[in-house]
Structure formats: C-alpha cells, structure tokens
Nanobody, 126 residues
Framework: VQLQASGGGLVQTGGSLTLSCTASGRTFSTYLMAWFRQAPGKEREFVSFENWNGGNLYYADSVKGRFAASRDNAKNTVYLQMNNLKPEDTAVYYC????????????????????WGQGTLVTVSS
C-alpha cells in the first residue's frame, strides 16, 4: 500500500489543522492506521492509531483531548484533526499502515508499522 499525507502548514498557537492521508490499494479498509510525528532532533513518536473501522482509537497523552483521528474507508483516507495547537506540536507528521494479520510489534513504536507516507510538516508559531 502507498500512503500520501497532506494538510500540513504554518499555524499560530491555538489554531487548528486537519491532516489527510490517502492510501492506494483495494484492501485499505482492513489496515490499522496510525499517525506519528518527528520533531527536529528527536525520535519519531506515536500520536494516534485506530483499527479498521475507526474504532479503538488510541492517543498519546500529549495530544489527548486536542487531536481526533478518523477514517473514511470509502475514500481510502484517514484524517487527523488537530485543535488548540501548541509550539511543541511542531513536527513532520507521518501516517502509517499495518497489515491486519500482523501480530508482532507494538502499536506505539514505529517498528510496529509496515507502510509509511512521506510526511507533512506542521509548524506552530508562538
């Protein structure tokens, strides 16, 4: 599966952005989908993931209550609605997909995901 992320940009503190990630492939609806981010000089970190039907949503504590993930399987697209953005949210955001049959690898680490988009930059100014 190939992933294409978009929607990043420059926003002021307290603002909002919605990221999109569109996938190729007929079996998109079966994949688990996730968002990660990587700030300059830091390791890639987990943001959120959801199962094939958009249920079982999990978020990092740092974004809980501010970010909301969703998916539209008919459009092969997942979204990350980001509200009340903070300067510490500045990062390149990546979407990722995981094969439904996979049983190894934690969801909270990048090693647990099989496919990655190219990333989209989010910059939050103070």
């Amino acid at each position: 599966v190939q992933l294409q992320a978009s929607g990043g940009g420059l926003v002021q503190t307290g603002g909002s952005l919605t990221l999109s990630c569109t996938a190729s492939g007929r079996t998109f609806s079966t994949y688990l989908m996730a968002w990660f981010r990587q700030a300059p000089g830091k390791e890639r970190e987990f943001v959120s993931f959801e199962n094939w039907n958009g249920g079982n949503l999990y978020y990092a504590d740092s974004v809980k209550g501010r970010f909301a993930a969703s998916r539209d399987n008919a459009k092969n697209t997942v979204y990350l609605q980001m509200n009340n953005l903070k300067p510490e949210d500045t990062a390149v955001y990546y979407c990722a997909a995981r094969e439904p049959e996979r049983r190894s690898g934690t969801y909270y680490s990048s090693e647990g995901w099989d496919y990655w988009g190219q990333g989209t930059l989010v910059t939050v100014s103070s």
